[in-house]
């Protein structure tokens, strides 16, 4: 079923105010790194689009082509890549509390367990 202009003009509403997010930052080696952030969707949004035109800007399309993801997948969920060492997931602290509370209580091993299992659940790659 084909959605009206007005459907899809909502699904692509970005929220502006701030929230706690819980911030997974997958870097290389396999490092690891969890923490909470105040922000709103428009500065994740924001930073994706920074990095983008960064990229414009040093003629370097290539790297927006080959490695940027920014992926609201799931309301209050995102996951954003800007390079091939670094990815990151944003989780909405009030709307996922159990997961939130699982990964921050969790080792480096639960929290790539956890976000295998959201990675199967909407079949996506963080």
Do not use: A, P, T
């Amino acid at each position: 079923m084909l959605k009206s202009m007005k459907d899809l003009k909502n699904d692509l509403v970005i929220g502006e105010v701030k929230k706690e997010w819980l911030l997974v930052l997958f870097g290389s080696r396999w490092s690891l790194e969890v923490d909470r952030r105040m922000m709103s969707e428009l500065d994740i949004l924001d930073m994706y689009n920074d990095f983008c035109k960064e990229m414009r800007d040093e003629d370097m399309e290539y790297m927006i082509e080959e490695f940027g993801i920014c992926n609201r997948f799931v309301d209050g969920m995102w996951s954003i890549c800007m390079s091939d060492d670094e990815s990151r997931l944003y989780i909405e602290v009030d709307k996922y509390e159990d997961l939130v509370k699982e990964i921050e209580d969790g080792d480096d091993n639960k929290v790539y367990e956890l976000v295998s299992k959201i990675e199967e659940k909407y079949d996506l790659f963080v």
